[in-house]
Structure formats: structure tokens, C-alpha cells
């Protein structure tokens, strides 16, 4: 990799923005990891993504902390695992690694200063698409990472404010990336903000994780967007309260097997997760999900076959990544493979035609509500309406949340 920024002697590109509480370089970043992790690389484009990382275990949520400006004009904000960033302004353009922190930029506003994202094609449009007067677009959306490596020039090339992704994250990914690459882009392009709250218990995410409204609300305060993030934090407790009343007794809920759409159809292998804390399954959790896979894997991810998925035989089968993956014509045709297999035609979910497709582990605020809308009916219909597919997403009668209202706060009119 070509390597020509460490000739550079200007101390920062921005005297505005300040790299705080934690010196990358000097080894102040808890947690941090270049190469040598024992993780191998993961990739959003592939739904099997989930057997990189180490089986999951809980961790205590605080409050996110969001400092008092220090003087005239500025302010700061803190996250683990970069500890205080400063900024004298709201900062413009950025960069999102994952469609988490990309869904809060858009969410609060933010969609035409995107820079860049690890998986352009691979945000849900449909989400968006079904919000009234809202266009976002990442046609001029440049990617960040290539096979999941790093090449420093991009980030100069984008010149982002600050970098929406967890700086340790790099580390597990790029093997050739060590602590002072990471402080190099930090103080001589924009600041990390960003922490990895996607699954719980990795063994190189040894700090604080935080909830996604947790991690939003810092976002939010990082582009002094707090009215924004407000508005979007209460629809959210309302369509959690509205699920709490609603939700059908436990042992009326049916059991729900979750398995990647990227699954290997044509081999009969098929990989399958338990319901896991972390902002991936966050949807599942809050429906309380019966995962009909919980105590039949060990770790994050099992890999089973036809007899095995028959086995244990949920009564529905969401297949992750369904929304953001493929498109309906793609869903349709790996279906139709598990309707003609032999054993795979026994399933109840095949038989009772509940083969769903299911949400990105990557959300945020916007994809969020979209997703926990769509489990909501395709696991309850008769408490929340019937699951008629991607139409079912745009507005009706039995909507959990006011697409108008989101549409608005995107838009800007509070």
C-alpha cells in the first residue's frame, strides 16, 4: 500500500478539530488491536459474517456522557474507545464505516455530506424508500475498504471532519494497521467517534459498549443535532411501549429460526444464529423472540443441514440480511430452493409459508424502527397486522410508528 502521507509535516488539517482524551499513537486507546487479532477479517456483503466473532456475553450500559462546551463555541463529546473529541463546530462532511453510524447520519439530517461507507450497495434503500419526501442517495457514496483492507489514501481523499466507526474495529480488520495509522488519520484528517456495539463479548472489545440510542445520542450531540435525536428517541419509546401492551402471551408466540439469506442453498448449508444481546438482534429482543435455535448452538453461529433445521423445526424462519442482501427476486428464488428439497419441504415454516425476509444486523435509528415493524408482523400478525411484504412497509392503518413524522425530522421540520 502506497504510503506517501507520513512526508507530510502540517501538525493537523483542521486547527478547529481536536483528537482528545485518548492519544492513539502513544497507546492510550483502550482495547485497541492491529495485527495479529484473533479475529479474522469479517464482511458486511456476506451474511456469515457472524461466525467471525467470539460467542457473545452481556455487558452494563451507561449513560452517554456529552461534556459542556470548554469555551466559547466548542464543545466535546465522549465514547469508548477514543475517550473525549473536541470540535469547535458541528462537523460537515463525514464518513460511516458500518450502516449503523451511517443510519444516524441519515437520520439526523445528514445524508448529503456522506462520504464514504465500507458497503455502499449494501444499505436497505427500502427503508428509505418508504419514508414520504425522503431521498438519499449513495450513488457518490465512495467506498472505504476493498476485501477488507485499508488504504490510508482514501481517507485523505475524502477529507472527512470525523470518522463515524469504532478506530479499534480497523485493527481486526487490517492486519497492517497499527496504532499510529490510526492516530495519523485522526489528527491529520478528522476524529474517530464510533464503537462497535454490533454483538456483545468480542474478545478484542474489552470496554464500555453502549445501546444504540446510547451510541446515537452522542452522534447526535457530536453534530449538535439534539433535537433531532430527541424527537427520533421518543417515537422509539412510543413504538415500545405500543409492542409492551400488545405483545401476545409467551406461550402464544411461535418459535422463530434465524438463518443467513447468504447461506449456501445449492450446498444444503445453512447458517444459523441464537437470538444475541447486541444491536444486531436488537428487534428480536424487544419482540421477545422465541429463537428457536437458542440452545442448540454454542457460540454465535452454528452450521446445519436440512435434517438438522428439520430437527428442531421452527414454526418461522426469518433469514437475516434478506432486506439488505438480495432483492425480492433473489429472496424468491433461494425459497424455492428450500420448497423443493425433499427434506426442506417438511419444514413447518415451508408448509405454514412463513419464510420471511429478515433485517440487516447493521441498524440504526431509521432501520431500526423499519425492522422491528416488519418482525412485529411477521411473528404476530394477529396482534400487529398481517405481513404482506416490502409494501407492508409503507404507510397504513397498523403502522407502529409515523412515517411522516421520521420523514420530518429527516427533512428537518421539527
Not at 54 to 78: F, H, I, L, W
Not at 85 to 114: C, H, Q, R
Not at 175 to 182: F, K, L, Q, R, S
Not at 351 to 360: A, E, I, K, V
Request: glycine letters at 10%.
Amino acid at each position: 500500500m502506497a504510503d506517501d502521507s507520513s512526508d507530510y509535516e502540517a501538525p493537523t488539517r483542521r486547527e478547529y478539530m481536536k483528537y482528545g482524551g485518548a492519544v492513539v499513537g502513544g497507546g492510550l486507546l483502550a482495547g485497541c488491536t492491529g495485527s495479529g487479532s484473533s479475529e479474522p477479517p469479517e464482511t458486511t456483503t456476506d451474511g456469515a459474517s457472524d461466525e467471525t466473532e467470539a460467542t457473545d456475553s452481556k455487558s452494563t450500559e451507561t449513560t452517554a456522557d456529552t461534556d459542556t462546551p470548554t469555551e466559547a463555541g466548542a464543545y466535546s463529546v465522549t465514547m469508548e474507545p477514543m475517550g473525549a473529541v473536541e470540535f469547535d463546530e458541528s462537523p460537515e462532511n463525514w464518513v460511516s464505516y458500518l450502516s449503523t453510524y451511517g443510519d444516524m447520519g441519515i437520520a439526523l439530517g445528514k445524508a448529503d455530506s456522506l462520504q464514504g461507507l465500507w458497503d455502499p450497495e449494501g444499505m436497505p434503500n427500502v427503508f428509505y424508500d418508504a419514508l414520504p419526501n425522503v431521498d438519499v442517495s449513495f450513488e457518490d457514496v465512495s467506498p472505504v475498504s476493498g476485501n477488507g483492507e485499508f488504504d490510508k489514501e482514501i481517507f485523505y481523499e475524502l477529507d472527512a471532519d470525523v470518522h463515524l466507526f469504532d478506530p479499534n474495529w480497523i485493527g481486526v480488520l487490517a492486519d497492517d494497521w497499527g496504532d499510529e495509522d490510526i492516530d495519523e488519520i485522526a489528527t491529520r484528517v478528522g476524529p474517530f467517534l464510533g464503537n462497535y456495539i454490533r454483538r456483545r463479548g468480542a474478545d478484542w472489545h474489552d470496554y464500555q459498549y453502549y445501546s444504540l440510542y446510547e451510541a446515537f445520542e452522542i452522534v447526535a450531540d457530536a453534530f449538535d443535532e439534539r433535537k433531532r435525536y430527541e424527537t427520533l428517541a421518543s417515537i422509539h419509546d412510543g413504538m415500545q411501549t405500543t409492542i409492551g401492551e400488545t405483545l401476545p402471551p409467551s406461550e402464544d408466540r411461535p418459535s422463530v429460526g434465524l438463518v443467513s439469506v447468504n447461506s449456501n442453498f445449492e450446498g444444503a448449508t445453512f447458517y444459523v444464529y441464537p437470538v444475541q444481546e447486541g444491536n444486531n438482534h436488537k428487534q428480536y429482543r424487544d419482540l421477545e423472540m422465541r429463537g428457536a435455535f437458542d440452545d442448540h448452538i454454542e457460540g454465535s453461529y452454528g452450521e446445519f443441514d436440512y435434517e438438522q433445521l428439520l430437527e428442531i423445526d421452527p414454526d418461522a424462519i426469518v433469514f437475516q440480511y434478506g432486506f439488505s442482501h438480495v432483492s425480492t427476486e433473489e429472496f424468491e428464488s433461494r425459497m424455492e430452493a428450500i420448497r423443493e428439497d425433499s427434506v426442506g419441504s417438511q419444514l413447518s415454516a415451508v408448509q405454514n409459508d412463513r419464510l420471511y425476509r429478515g433485517g440487516t444486523s447493521y441498524q440504526g435509528p431509521v432501520i431500526n424502527l423499519f425492522q422491528t415493524e416488519a418482525a412485529a408482523r411477521q411473528f404476530y400478525p394477529e396482534a400487529f397486522g398481517e405481513w404482506n411484504g416490502i409494501e407492508t412497509l409503507r404507510e397504513d392503518s397498523l403502522t407502529l410508528f409515523d412515517r411522516q413524522r421520521v420523514a420530518d425530522i429527516i427533512n428537518g421540520s421539527l
